[in-house]
């Protein structure tokens, strides 16, 4: 039975009808009189009082509980709130040869964050090679080996194709960590033949944001530029963020956040195994934002994508990240925080363990029509189905054509209030279909709206 809190009305009538029962001889509703100032004033304390006692109602209960009366619950449940953090990742800095990089040696983004290495690093020539490249019009790409240092945006020099329009010094595009792409002219042969390698002078070193936050992060391929440039004079000055981007930055954990941990950790039976125990862990590190268990099938195939009964396989998101797919890194870490919470079944070996991230499946969002078709309302659709994305799509489920469809109908502007009127998409069409090990992402990016 929810507490009946009196309103200031209530309590003025209450202290007047005491004032009359006690002193039959006055009237406390004379305007003016010193007893109606008495019980009015009277009354404004014991309302005051009464908001502290709904205050205090609030922050008894971990669903309502907020700030510093979140953290008692928190405490309560062993489950710290995840502080904020700076992002960290790999850059890949060019230069001379033998030019040394020290730590500490600050770099800033175009946004204005900096971030300083971690380590001394020294510019070096991979000297690698090329185990094949293939072209598509005039863009070559080129496959390798073993992984690559290289990030979007570096020049490198590929030599020893038999066909000469593949060799040339130029800017390349990251693919993954074991190719790249350059444009080339002509229509050379493809597959390219010959001992193909690449050289390129780099630095490869960690860096670590001075400041905290998501917007520390950073895409693949991102410029930071060195702070003070007569620091290194064997360098650019030009450093590029490698493909994993830089990412972990994030504020200090919502309430909103911290209260779905608490939560979900009442809610665990302490002694049984469960999935919410492997989300909880997960979760556990600053920076994830969504964990999905996948259930296990008695005959199984085993690991990640098949698991058996005694495995288990968690996929991360990171939300918040330039990129919401989480490197190798991040997916270790995960797994070491699961261990170490104990969180898996008593007859799971660490080797059974599976943390991964998910393969995105994304679709262009392309408005045929919009009305009304504003800035402002472009923006509002992509935060309205960046949120949608993020909020209620599920691991290896398709997104049916109504729920996004509904997503969109119910934008509103919140600069001018408007609602959208009406709209049409050329695509998608029909449901976003996933697989295993999938899920659908928004890259708000691609959204294209009418001119």
Same mark, same amino acid.
């Given at each position: 039975?929810?507490?009946?809190?009196?309103?200031?009305?209530?309590?003025?009538?209450?202290?007047?009808?005491?004032?009359?029962?006690?002193?039959?001889?006055?009237?406390?509703?004379?305007?003016?009189?010193?007893?109606?100032?008495?019980?009015?004033?009277?009354?404004?304390?014991?309302?005051?009082?009464?908001?502290?006692?709904?205050?205090?109602?609030?922050?008894?209960?971990?669903?309502?509980?907020?700030?510093?009366?979140?953290?008692?619950?928190?405490?309560?449940?062993?489950?710290?709130?995840?502080?904020?953090?700076?992002?960290?990742?790999?850059?890949?800095?060019?230069?001379?040869?033998?030019?040394?990089?020290?730590?500490?040696?600050?770099?800033?983004?175009?946004?204005?964050?900096?971030?300083?290495?971690?380590?001394?690093?020294?510019?070096?020539?991979?000297?690698?090679?090329?185990?094949?490249?293939?072209?598509?019009?005039?863009?070559?790409?080129?496959?390798?080996?073993?992984?690559?240092?290289?990030?979007?945006?570096?020049?490198?020099?590929?030599?020893?194709?038999?066909?000469?329009?593949?060799?040339?010094?130029?800017?390349?595009?990251?693919? #993954?960590?074991?190719?790249?792409?350059? *444009?080339?002219?002509?229509?050379?042969?493809?597959?390219?033949?010959?001992?193909?390698?690449?050289?390129?002078?780099?630095?490869?070193?960690?860096?670590?944001?001075?400041?905290?936050?998501?917007?520390?992060?950073?895409?693949?391929?991102?410029?930071?530029?060195?702070?003070?440039?007569?620091?290194?004079?064997?360098?650019?000055?030009?450093?590029?963020?490698?493909?994993?981007?830089? #990412?972990?930055? #994030?504020?200090?954990?919502?309430?909103?956040?911290?209260?779905?941990?608490?939560?979900? #950790?009442?809610?665990?039976?302490?002694?049984?195994?469960?999935?919410?125990?492997?989300?909880?862990?997960?979760?556990?590190?600053?920076?994830?934002?969504?964990?999905?268990?996948?259930?296990?099938?008695?005959?199984?195939?085993?690991?990640? *994508?098949?698991?058996?009964?005694?495995?288990?396989?968690?996929?991360?998101?990171?939300?918040?990240?330039?990129?919401?797919?989480?490197?190798?890194?991040?997916?270790?870490?995960?797994?070491?925080?699961?261990?170490?919470?104990?969180?898996?079944?008593?007859?799971?070996?660490?080797?059974?363990?599976?943390?991964?991230?998910?393969?995105?499946?994304? *679709?262009?969002?392309?408005?045929?029509?919009?009305?009304?078709?504003?800035?402002?309302?472009?923006?509002?659709?992509?935060?309205?189905?960046?949120?949608?994305?993020?909020?209620?799509?599920?691991?290896?489920?398709?997104?049916?054509?109504?729920?996004?469809?509904?997503?969109?109908?119910?934008?509103?502007?919140?600069?001018?209030?408007?609602?959208?009127?009406?709209?049409?998409?050329?695509?998608?069409?029909?449901?976003?279909?996933?697989?295993?090990?999938?899920?659908?992402?928004?890259?708000?990016?691609?959204?294209?709206?009418?001119?």
């Amino acid at each position: 039975m929810p507490i009946e809190h009196p309103s200031f009305d209530d309590f003025v009538e209450l202290v007047r009808a005491e004032l009359r029962r006690q002193i039959p001889t006055i009237d406390p509703t004379v305007f003016g009189s010193w007893s109606r100032g008495f019980t009015d004033g009277v009354a404004a304390a014991a309302s005051a009082l009464d908001l502290v006692v709904r205050d205090v109602e609030t922050q008894l209960f971990p669903q309502t509980a907020q700030g510093e009366f979140l953290n008692i619950w928190g405490d309560y449940e062993g489950l710290p709130r995840n502080a904020a953090a700076g992002a960290i990742g790999l850059i890949s800095i060019p230069g001379v040869l033998g030019t040394v990089v020290s730590a500490g040696t600050i770099f800033t983004s175009a946004t204005g964050f900096e971030y300083a290495t971690s380590e001394i690093s020294t510019v070096t020539d991979p000297d690698q090679g090329i185990t094949g490249i293939t072209r598509v019009g005039t863009t070559a790409t080129a496959t390798v080996a073993e992984g690559h240092a290289l990030a979007t945006g570096m020049e490198v020099t590929v030599s020893g194709a038999d066909q000469a329009e593949y060799n040339i010094t130029t800017t390349v595009s990251v693919l #993954s960590s074991l190719t790249f792409s350059y *444009e080339v002219s002509g229509s050379p042969t493809t597959p390219a033949t010959g001992t193909i390698g690449y050289n390129a002078a780099f630095a490869v070193v960690d860096v670590a944001a001075i400041l905290t936050g998501a917007q520390t992060n950073a895409d693949a391929g991102a410029l930071l530029t060195l702070t003070t440039p007569s620091e290194i004079t064997d360098i650019d000055g030009d450093a590029y963020v490698q493909i994993d981007g830089l #990412s972990g930055g #994030s504020s200090i954990e919502s309430d909103e956040d911290y209260r779905a941990r608490i939560l979900l #950790s009442r809610s665990i039976i302490e002694g049984v195994f469960t999935e919410d125990q492997v989300i909880l862990a997960a979760l556990s590190l600053s920076g994830n934002t969504r964990a999905f268990v996948k259930r296990p099938t008695v005959g199984g195939a085993g690991g990640a *994508e098949d698991p058996y009964p005694g495995q288990v396989a968690v996929y991360i998101m990171r939300d918040d990240d330039a990129n919401p797919i989480p490197p190798t890194t991040v997916l270790d870490a995960t797994k070491e925080l699961i261990v170490a919470d104990g969180a898996m079944p008593a007859h799971t070996a660490e080797a059974d363990i599976f943390v991964e991230a998910p393969d995105p499946v994304s *679709e262009v969002f392309d408005f045929n029509s919009l009305e009304p078709n504003t800035t402002t309302m472009q923006e509002a659709i992509r935060a309205q189905l960046t949120a949608f994305f993020q909020d209620s799509v599920q691991f290896e489920t398709n997104v049916t054509e109504n729920a996004y469809i509904s997503a969109i109908q119910t934008t509103q502007d919140t600069q001018t209030g408007d609602f959208i009127e009406s709209f049409a998409l050329t695509t998608p069409s029909g449901p976003i279909v996933v697989t295993d090990g999938e899920i659908a992402v928004y890259d708000d990016t691609t959204t294209v709206f009418p001119t």
